[in-house]
Structure formats: C-alpha cells, structure tokens
C-alpha cells in the first residue's frame, strides 16, 4: 500500500530565512506527487506537482520541490520565507496510471510557523 | 470563476444522528471526491463520483454514502455517527475526461467542520 511520511510536524524559521520540508512515500510505481497548503479555516491550494520529466518542479509563491527517485522523496524548498507562508504543508502521492484518478494519499502535515 | 463551494461550513450533531454534506465542483469539472481530515491529520479518501456513480472507494464504512447529481453536486452522508466521525469534512473536485494529468489535480472546498457531541 502506499504511504506518505512527512518526518516534521512543526517546523519553526524566522522571517528571511531558507525552508526545506521533507516528503518521503512509499508507492509500487512511480507516482504522481504534489504539494498542498492548508491555512487555518481554509481548504488545501496546490503549491506544485510533479507529473514527469524535469525533477525540480517550480510552484506558486516562490516554491520549489525536487524528485529523487533513488530517495523516494519529494522535499519542498523555499529560499526565504514570509510570515504569510505560515500554514500547514501537507505532501500527496497519486496513481500515474491506472483509473484510481483523484484518490491521492497524504502525509500527516508539517505545521510551519515563521518568527518575524 | 466560483471554485469548489461546500455546506454547512460548521456543524453539530449528536452520537446515533445522521448529516449530509454538500458540494459544488469548480465549473468544468465532473468528478468529486470527498476526504475526511481529522484534527492534526492529512486528508483521507472516502470515495469518489462521476457520472452519477461511485467510482472508488477508501476504507470507510457503509456508514458513509454519497450521491452526485446530473449537474455533478455531490452530497455525503454519514449514518448512526459516532464521536470519531468528528473531523473535517473535505470535497474535491477535478476534471477526469482530462486523463491522469487533469483527473488528479484537485480542486478543493474549504469543508464542512463537523463535531460529534
């Protein structure tokens, strides 16, 4: 069965600085993987997905993320971090193939506070 | 472009009681799927609908149905609730005649917030 495992449930970074979130899964073949953001009260926005081809994908709000198949992971990075980019992050894995179309598993979330 | 639009956004309800949950899929797309995050959880995948059906379907109980309308609203409901059905409520939608690269980027509502007394 596949499983995503997102190793930090909160992460804490001051205003400026760089962010690594790290995204590991477990699937029988490649996947299709994405990143959502979820801030309190609201619903999950797609930062980014990987479908194929280039391994480092480039998002929404100066995100990035990068595919090491060898790793089995999926990190996503920002080069410096705004206090709006205080939210949870939850990492996703979804069937490339196949007809299980829409049925993505997730992580468990890492919680990002940023200090001004 | 009205996205995904979900109702109630709060709710109460006793353990044994039934609730229903509705959505709006973003225009242009068929397909909704609804997922259950529980506090301090990731979404997980209830099941899904197109054209009418239930196409797929996670590890939940019977408990949980669903429906989807010609105009591909959808509506989830849970029977004889229990404490643990006390989570948020999410709906997705997406556009499955797109293939793989289209059918699972979703589109998600801000949900339904239910708690079980």
């Known amino acids: 069965a596949q499983s995503v495992t997102q190793p930090d449930i909160h992460i804490t970074v001051s205003e400026g600085a760089s962010l690594e979130l790290r995204c590991n899964y477990s699937y029988g073949a490649t996947p299709y993987l994405f990143w959502y953001v979820q801030s309190p009260g609201q619903g999950l926005q797609l930062l980014l997905k990987?479908?194929?081809?280039?391994?480092l994908v480039q998002g929404i709000k100066g995100f990035e993320a990068e595919f090491k198949r060898s790793q089995s992971s999926f990190n996503l990075r920002k080069p410096s971090v705004h206090w709006s980019d205080a939210a949870e992050y939850f990492c996703a894995v979804g069937p490339a193939g196949g007809t299980s179309y829409g049925k993505l598993t997730f992580g468990q979330g890492t919680i990002l506070t940023v200090h001004p | 472009d009205a996205g995904v639009t979900q109702s109630p956004t709060h709710l109460i309800k006793t353990r044994g009681q039934q609730v229903t949950l509705r959505c709006s899929p973003k225009?242009?797309?068929?397909?909704v799927s609804w997922y259950q995050q529980a506090l301090g959880q990731g979404p997980q995948f209830i099941f899904q609908y197109y054209e009418e059906e239930e196409r797929q379907r996670g590890n939940f109980p019977d408990r949980f149905s669903g429906h989807q309308f010609p105009n591909y609203s959808s509506e989830l409901n849970v029977n004889a609730l229990l404490l643990g059905d006390s989570a948020l409520y999410l709906c997705a939608s997406s556009p499955i005649r797109q293939g793989a690269s289209g059918a699972n980027v979703l589109t998600f509502g801000a949900g339904s917030r239910l708690t079980v007394l």
């Open positions: 990987y479908f194929s081809g280039d391994t």
């Open positions: 225009s242009g797309h068929d397909t």
